[in-house]
Every structure is written in C-alpha cells, then in structure tokens.
C-alpha cells in the first residue's frame, strides 16, 4: 500500500484552474516495524541491518511546489433542474455596438468580472466572448461582440467571427433572448461606423427579433441633458424609426452603476428566445456572402473599390501635371499617395475573395467530463484540461475546439 493515496477529485497538475497539492494518507508501518529497542539499546548492533521496507512507507510526501494562481475563468453554470422535471436553459443576451461604445464595459458592470476595458481608438474586444452570471436565481449568459469598422481586423474577418458563434449556438439549441445595441450620445451625428454598425446588426439580427432588442445609449455624464434628449429624439425619429416601429425598445444609460446595467438586463430575461435572421440563413445552407449581411459588406466594399479608383484616377492626372511642371518634391509627394491607394485597392480585392469563399470554421465540440456532466473539459487532441467554456485553444497544442455550455 502507498503512503500517498490521491484523494478522489483532487486538482490534476495538469488543469487550467487554481491548483492545490493533493493531499496524502499517511498509511502506520507494521508493528513489526515500529517495534525497535529505545534508549541505549538501540545502538547496542551496529551490524544487524533494519528491515527492509517499500520506498517511503510511513515517510509523508515532499511538499509540492506551489503552483501559479491563476486568473478565474469564464464558467458558464449547467443548467438546473425544477422541481418539474424541466431544465432550465441559461439565457443568452448579446451586446452589438461600435467600437467604444461601453459593451465590455456594460458586462462587466453586470457580471462583475474583471475584464478589459478599452479606453482608447483601438478596439479591445477582438473576438465574441461568454461572460456567465446569475440574476435573481437565474442563468444568464451575456456575449460581448467585436464592432464593425475595427482597427485590427476587417469587416469580413468580423462577420466571420461573430457567424461562427452565431452557427455554433444555434446548432446547440440556445438563441437569443436579449440583444443590447449601444450609442454614444455624446456622438455629434451618425458618421460611417456608427451606421455602418447600426445596418450590420439589422441585417444579423432581422425584422423577426426586434422584438428582443433594446436601442441604448450610453455616455449621458458627458452631455448636458438637455442636448442629449435632444440627440436621443433625433435618433428615434430617424435613424432608429424603422426598428422601433418593428417592435424595438430603447433605454438610457446615464452611469457607470452596476444597478442601472443590470435593470436593462432584467428587462429583457421573460423574453422569448429568438433566432437571428443570420442563424437562419446558415442553417439554410447559405454561404457567408449569400446572407444578408454578407451582401451588405459586399456592397460596402464595392463603393469602397470604386471611390478609390476614382482618387487613383485624380492622382494620376496631378502626376501628368507635376511631370509637366517639372515638381519633382509634389511629383514624389503623389507617387507615394498612389502607391497608397494600389495597397488599399490589393487589400480589398483580397478581402472580395475572402469573403466569396468564407465558411464559418466548424470545431469540434466537446461536453464536460465527469459525473453529471460537471467535471472539466479536455483538449480533444492533448487531453489538457480546463473549465472554460465556449471557443477555447489549449493552452499546451495550441487545437481549437468549442466547448459546449
């Protein structure tokens, strides 16, 4: 019998959660062996060899180094049995919006994880993130979106991004019961990505799901009143009239509080879940660019191509000028303005193809282990373990797989 017996559901080394040394049994040695003569006589034969015993019997373990704390992870909660028999499903509420608009900022003032917030023009949120909590004994999930018009990805890789986990989820059986789209009211007037954003969620989401969506605003501590009512008027009598009228709601978010985000959150958990129009159409068989959001980035790029080829036109005229009127500095000036435009025009022609041959990547799919499915994940290739849900790459093979809520 060993002396250090693992005590069953002890942390593996191995895991991705805050480890703890395991503890050990410290099995008694035989009377025979604990039996020596005590005081002088134990000395008395020096030549009589102790008995021989297994490695380590009675001698407890070296402590184990202590392992690294690591951050929490998402955990998203099983779902929960009633008294009825019923299982209750988490509920799924995903934030759209431009970039630095507050999405992340607005989960973590719900769901109290401490994640990270951009507060610069770069974008922070790169890809669609999980983010569980409970509310009032009730499981509710919140997904946190990249915005269109992003400094490090394209509108394409976007799409793509937010149709894999749109596709995947649908493919469980989870839709949406809540979909929050955030605007800044301190937003002047509604430029490029602002509208850009605001269509793209309309062509994701569709006329069937307004119902479950709420139009909010955000930002109201740096405006006066006043012009903010004023803006807000403007945008529902405009810009929103159309989604308002189809069954959305709108909401003011005038703090940072966590009461304030949560109540909008309340507000929308007795609502029916609803597929999205993007749900719909993947599940059809339609590729990427065949939806409607697809053609609406399609047609995006194409007004895009054509504006740049009319400036490279104009450049090359102001070249013929600047060789004409022997300028050598405004000469080199435009040359490289053009070669400029040659690289957005390269750059768009590959995302033209990206985006005709794009299919929503499928990973794997893995359930949790153990006992009522309440145990871990493990890496479907190395076997690593860990208790993050949703699109996860092991941290040791680096494979991508989605574990499932």
């Known amino acids: ?80 049995t009633t008294g009825q028999g019923d299982s209750r499903r988490p509920i799924v509420i995903a934030v759209f919006g431009q970039t630095g608009t507050g999405k992340t900022s607005l989960i973590k003032a719900v769901t109290g994880v401490d994640l990270e917030v951009g507060h610069g023009l770069t974008s922070q949120t790169q890809d669609v993130n999980e983010v569980p909590c409970m509310i009032d004994n009730e499981q509710v999930v919140l997904i946190d979106t ?47 990505p602002s509208l850009k954003n605001l269509r793209m969620m309309q062509q994701l989401c569709g006329s069937d799901s307004l119902r479950n969506v709420v139009l909010a605003t955000t930002m109201w501590e740096k405006v006066t009143n006043e012009e903010g009512l004023r803006r807000e008027a403007e945008l529902e009598q405009t810009f929103w009239k159309s989604m308002i009228d189809g069954g959305a709601t709108t909401s003011k978010i005038k703090t940072q509080s966590a009461a304030e985000a949560q109540s909008l959150v309340r507000s929308m958990m007795k609502n029916t879940p609803r597929s999205t129009r993007l749900q719909e159409e993947l599940s059809s068989g339609l590729t990427l660019v065949q939806t409607a959001a ?61 985006l005709t041959n794009l299919r929503p990547t499928r990973l794997p799919k893995v359930k949790r282990s153990g006992l009522f499915r309440m145990g871990s994940y493990c890496c479907h290739s190395c076997g690593h373990k860990t208790q993050r849900v949703g699109k996860w790459t092991c941290s040791k093979c680096h494979e991508k797989q989605r574990n499932q809520w």
């Open 294 to 354: 697809g053609i609406e980035i399609k047609e995006e790029i194409a007004k895009l191509e054509q504006k740049l080829r009319a400036e490279h036109d104009a450049e090359m005229q102001e070249l013929r000028a600047a060789q004409a009127n022997r300028n050598a500095q405004l000469e080199s000036q435009i040359r490289n303005e053009m070669a400029e435009s040659r690289l957005r025009l390269e750059r768009l022609e590959e995302e033209k193809r990206l």
């Open 1 to 80: 019998m060993s002396s250090n017996l693992m005590i069953p559901g002890a942390w593996d080394s191995s895991w991705d959660s805050p480890t703890a040394a395991a503890p050990y049994i410290d099995v008694p040695l035989p009377t025979s062996a604990r039996s020596r003569p005590s005081g002088s006589n134990r000395n008395r034969r020096p030549n009589v060899p102790l008995p021989t015993n297994p490695p380590n019997r009675g001698v407890p373990p070296p402590p184990r180094p202590p392992f690294p704390v690591q951050q929490p992870t998402y955990e998203i909660p099983l779902p929960t």
């Open 146 to 192: 990249p915005g269109f018009s992003d400094t490090n990805h394209s509108d394409t890789e976007i799409l793509r991004r937010i149709a894999e986990w749109m596709k995947d989820t649908y493919d469980e059986g989870f839709l949406l019961s809540g979909i929050i789209y955030l605007h800044r009211i301190m937003d002047i007037r509604m430029e490029g």
